[in-house]
């Protein structure tokens, strides 16, 4: 770099020069101490297991497939733990699964990416790379694996092959936001051949075939993804707009995609016209290749249009777009690290805000990711369900106890500690995967969880294990309490708590978790 750039664009946005091994196994090593660690500490919630539930349901995988069909999400997640959970029959694949793609990841942009090791230390201790896509066992960790395997196969398979059409099929089935990514690095591709030709070569040419090929193979993975989720069942999820104009939501998500869940990343602490700010700031570095530019732009606005207009997102789902991004800096690294050559203000600003937009929008994952860290060795876990397998194993006499639980979600974690069977309260039936719709019972009651657990006690002759949320010294007698997502909700009488209070014994009262999933363990007398 020259010496007309700040001394951060010289330390942190310049060419990999040294290409010696043991620094960065060194950095690979450490990442894996740290996320080994974390992962050692990990109390598994009900969003990871109820993957697992599904991904084990049925006779076969077409069986499961059909089973998943409008569950919201895409297979290929579903499909890979279906596979490794058949080899080994233990449900730690779960842990194992994300532990293997989170290390395939970082080893991709150690030892892959033209960045130099300051950037890739901090790209490797965000939130994402240090927990969210490792630690936390979902199906969103896989895609930032294939697009940073996109972008490291781009330059040698840009023009030739079906390897790019084929990472982008599976990109598209990882998760929705994965699917928009799709797209949006197909506008990329399709760009950056268009500018290589020059503006005035329209010419059809063997390289726009293999692009119209690849591009095929990508809209078929985009359609079974949609195939495979839609119409969904989980319909309580969705967006409700009797409220609001779907319209000013979308007009608003495209000038301030900082107040969507794109916010997220900044752990909402920013308002959301700064957050704003910052999303679009950091694009401005790919300017020197406006190909790439032009594709996170609009991978920025269609995200931030899904989130406004068809569901709510969470960091898991921003940190895609995170990731798309970064792969594209990989890709463009050569020309965005490189002077400018233009003599015009902006054309040498622009990218140098950009430049420092990026490395604020990292500092601030890092952050995130250090407490991360702190959350492990302080003890914060996601869910008390771990402490539930302990008191459970801890007792003989509860071996063989059935579960019911209010919230009835709360059981959807139990399969990863207990072999107890699980009542769906809502549903009355046996089971550990909630539908979340607005369809069949919306309120129910401490009688109506008395009366089910005597049920289940008397039809099988098995001791009954109730959890409840709701800390009866604590809630307002006749108060209606919203379960989540404007859906279901539970009261409590002073009668009913009084009855249930002589009905039952408790047997452990846990403390807090990040999540909402805490709860008081009683047992059926």
């Given at each position: 770099?020259?010496?007309?750039?700040?001394?951060?664009?010289?330390?942190?946005?310049?060419?990999?020069?040294?290409?010696?091994?043991?620094?960065?196994?060194?950095?690979?090593?450490?990442?894996?101490?740290?996320?080994?660690?974390?992962?050692?500490?990990?109390?598994?919630?009900?969003?990871?297991?109820?993957?697992?539930?599904?991904?084990?349901?049925?006779?076969?995988?077409?069986?499961?497939?059909?089973?998943?069909?409008?569950?919201?999400?895409?297979?290929?997640?579903?499909?890979?733990?279906r596979?490794?959970?058949?080899?080994?029959?233990?449900?730690?694949v779960?842990?194992?699964?994300?532990?293997?793609?989170?290390?395939?990841?970082?080893?991709?942009?150690?030892?892959?990416?033209?960045?130099?090791?300051p950037?890739?230390?901090?790209?490797?201790?965000?939130?994402?790379?240090?927990?969210?896509?490792?630690?936390?066992?979902?199906?969103?960790?896989?895609?930032?694996?294939?697009?940073?395997?996109?972008?490291?196969?781009?330059?040698?398979?840009?023009?030739?092959?079906?390897?790019?059409?084929?990472?982008?099929f599976?990109?598209?089935?990882?998760?929705?936001v994965?699917?928009?990514?799709?797209?949006?690095?197909?506008?990329?591709?399709?760009?950056?051949?268009?500018?290589?030709?020059g503006?005035?070569?329209?010419?059809?040419?063997?390289?726009?075939?293999?692009?119209?090929?690849?591009?095929?193979?990508?809209?078929?993975?985009?359609?079974?993804?949609?195939?495979?989720?839609?119409?969904?069942?989980?319909?309580?999820?969705?967006?409700?707009?009797?409220?609001?104009?779907?319209?000013?939501?979308?007009?608003?998500?495209?000038?301030?995609?900082?107040?969507?869940?794109?916010?997220?990343?900044?752990?909402?602490?920013?308002?959301?016209?700064?957050?704003?700010?910052?999303?679009?700031?950091?694009?401005?570095?790919?300017?020197?290749?406006?190909?790439?530019?032009?594709?996170?732009?609009?991978?920025?606005?269609?995200?931030?249009?899904?989130?406004?207009?068809?569901?709510n997102?969470?960091?898991?789902?921003?940190?895609?777009?995170?990731?798309?991004?970064?792969?594209?800096?990989?890709?463009?690294?050569?020309?965005?690290?490189?002077?400018?050559?233009?003599?015009?203000?902006?054309?040498?600003r622009?990218?140098?805000?950009?430049?420092?937009?990026?490395?604020?929008?990292?500092?601030?994952q890092?952050?995130?990711?250090?407490?991360?860290?702190?959350?492990?060795?302080?003890?914060?876990?996601?869910?008390?369900?771990?402490?539930?397998?302990?008191?459970?194993?801890?007792?003989?006499?509860?071996?063989?106890?059935?579960?019911l639980?209010?919230?009835?979600?709360?059981?959807?974690?139990?399969?990863?500690?207990?072999?107890?069977?699980?009542?769906?309260?809502?549903?009355?039936?046996?089971?550990?995967?909630?539908?979340?719709?607005?369809?069949?019972?919306?309120?129910?009651?401490?009688?109506?969880?008395?009366?089910?657990?005597?049920?289940?006690?008397?039809?099988?002759?098995?001791?009954?294990?109730?959890?409840?949320?709701?800390?009866?010294?604590?809630?307002?007698?006749?108060?209606?309490?919203?379960?989540?997502?404007d859906?279901?909700?539970?009261?409590?009488?002073?009668?009913?708590?009084?009855?249930?209070?002589?009905?039952?014994?408790?047997?452990?009262r846990?403390?807090?978790?990040?999540?909402?999933?805490?709860?008081?363990?009683?047992?059926?007398?």
């Amino acid at each position: 770099m020259t010496r007309s750039l700040p001394i951060l664009d010289q330390w942190l946005f310049a060419p990999k020069r040294d290409r010696r091994s043991w620094p960065d196994v060194l950095l690979l090593a450490g990442w894996v101490a740290l996320v080994g660690f974390q992962i050692g500490r990990h109390v598994m919630w009900r969003d990871e297991v109820r993957a697992l539930t599904i991904a084990r349901n049925g006779d076969d995988p077409v069986a499961m497939l059909r089973g998943l069909h409008g569950e919201g999400h895409p297979a290929l997640w579903y499909l890979l733990l279906r596979g490794v959970h058949a080899v080994f029959d233990r449900v730690e694949v779960l842990p194992a699964v994300a532990l293997m793609v989170g290390l395939i990841t970082v080893a991709l942009l150690i030892f892959r990416s033209p960045f130099p090791r300051p950037l890739v230390l901090l790209l490797i201790t965000s939130h994402a790379l240090l927990f969210e896509y490792v630690v936390m066992a979902r199906n969103y960790g896989i895609s930032a694996l294939f697009l940073f395997a996109i972008a490291a196969c781009y330059r040698a398979h840009r023009d030739r092959g079906l390897l790019l059409g084929a990472l982008l099929f599976l990109l598209a089935n990882t998760n929705v936001v994965g699917a928009i990514m799709a797209g949006a690095f197909l506008l990329f591709w399709l760009l950056d051949l268009l500018e290589t030709r020059g503006s005035r070569d329209w010419r059809w040419s063997p390289q726009l075939t293999n692009f119209a090929i690849n591009a095929t193979i990508t809209t078929i993975g985009v359609v079974i993804c949609a195939v495979t989720m839609l119409p969904t069942y989980n319909d309580a999820a969705a967006r409700d707009w009797s409220h609001e104009s779907p319209l000013a939501a979308a007009i608003l998500a495209l000038v301030n995609p900082g107040a969507t869940s794109l916010g997220a990343l900044f752990a909402n602490l920013l308002p959301g016209v700064a957050g704003s700010v910052l999303l679009f700031g950091a694009t401005l570095g790919l300017l020197p290749r406006r190909p790439a530019f032009l594709a996170a732009i609009a991978a920025l606005l269609l995200t931030s249009l899904f989130f406004a207009i068809a569901a709510n997102g969470a960091y898991r789902h921003a940190a895609v777009w995170l990731s798309f991004l970064i792969a594209l800096y990989w890709i463009g690294w050569s020309r965005v690290t490189a002077p400018s050559g233009s003599r015009a203000w902006l054309d040498r600003r622009l990218p140098a805000i950009g430049r420092g937009s990026l490395l604020l929008v990292l500092a601030i994952q890092t952050a995130a990711g250090i407490n991360d860290l702190r959350n492990a060795v302080t003890g914060v876990v996601a869910s008390r369900s771990a402490d539930l397998g302990r008191l459970i194993a801890s007792r003989a006499d509860l071996t063989n106890a059935v579960i019911l639980s209010e919230p009835e979600w709360l059981v959807e974690a139990l399969p990863y500690y207990v072999k107890n069977r699980t009542y769906l309260a809502r549903d009355h039936k046996f089971g550990s995967v909630v539908i979340f719709s607005r369809n069949g019972k919306m309120e129910s009651d401490l009688g109506e969880t008395l009366r089910l657990g005597r049920e289940l006690r008397d039809t099988t002759r098995a001791p009954v294990i109730i959890l409840l949320a709701y800390r009866l010294d604590e809630i307002t007698p006749d108060r209606n309490y919203d379960e989540g997502k404007d859906w279901r909700t539970f009261r409590a009488s002073a009668a009913q708590i009084r009855d249930f209070r002589e009905a039952t014994t408790m047997l452990r009262r846990f403390g807090p978790a990040k999540t909402d999933e805490s709860f008081d363990v009683y047992l059926l007398n």
